[in-house]
């Protein structure tokens, strides 16, 4: 679907990718899919997380299956840049954790030649845009929504819902804190929450 090109820097077209949707979709999964291609293809890969997702791993990016690929935690996206000396590919698992200079510095790749391959949630747990997502959803080439199973129907979810009572925006957790939901099993547990307040 996407094609690797190698080469010199100057005639590489760079461009970007964005993997996006709810918890438990297979975002990760599929960002070290296509990283393991382009290091299959002998093609120099560097992948990067924020530095505040440590849940299995400090340095590298861990699927909730426990599938994993080397990377380098960084605090801001700035970072990004300054470390991607001659690299043709670069990864960026958990983005909407990063600020709103991502965007930018993914354009920046990009327009100098690098594939920029991209993970994260689309919409937060009370179901809003999260982050610098939406941004690069708008600036990217290639957008791929995947989705998890509603554990309340069955039917594909597109939501995060939050099943404790913690209302921080950030709180990194697993399937104690959080379950993938559709748009009306989203609402019904909204409404739920609500009443319980």
């Known amino acids: 679907m996407f094609l690797e090109q190698k080469g010199n820097k100057k005639n590489r077209k760079g461009w970007i990718e964005v993997v996006c949707g709810s918890m438990f979709s297979g975002k990760t999964e599929e960002l070290i899919r296509r990283l393991r291609r382009a290091q299959y293809a002998n093609q120099q890969v560097q992948i990067f997380k924020p530095t505040v997702d440590s849940r299995y791993h400090q340095e590298n990016v861990v699927s909730h299956n426990k599938n994993a690929i080397q990377s380098k935690a960084v605090s801001s996206s700035n970072d990004i840049l300054e470390l991607s000396n001659n690299i043709e590919v670069i990864g960026v698992d958990e983005a909407q954790f990063f600020d709103e200079h991502l965007p930018e510095v993914c354009m920046k790749l990009a327009n100098n030649g690098i594939r920029v391959i991209?993970?994260?949630?689309?919409?937060?747990?009370?179901?809003?845009?999260?982050?610098?997502?939406?941004?690069?959803?708008?600036?990217?080439?290639?957008?791929?929504?995947?989705?998890?199973?509603?554990?309340?129907?069955?039917?594909?979810?597109?939501?995060?819902?939050?099943?404790?009572?913690?209302?921080?925006?950030?709180?990194?957790?697993?399937?104690?804190?959080?379950?993938?939901?559709?748009?009306?099993?989203?609402?019904?547990?909204?409404?739920?929450?609500?009443?319980?307040?």
């Open 118 to 197: 991209v993970a994260g949630l689309d919409m937060d747990f009370k179901g809003k845009p999260f982050g610098p997502i939406p941004n690069l959803m708008a600036v990217a080439e290639f957008v791929s929504k995947v989705h998890a199973i509603c554990l309340g129907c069955g039917d594909l979810a597109q939501f995060s819902h939050r099943k404790t009572k913690e209302d921080g925006l950030v709180l990194l957790g697993e399937t104690q804190e959080y379950e993938p939901l559709c748009r009306k099993c989203f609402q019904n547990a909204v409404k739920n929450d609500a009443k319980q307040l």
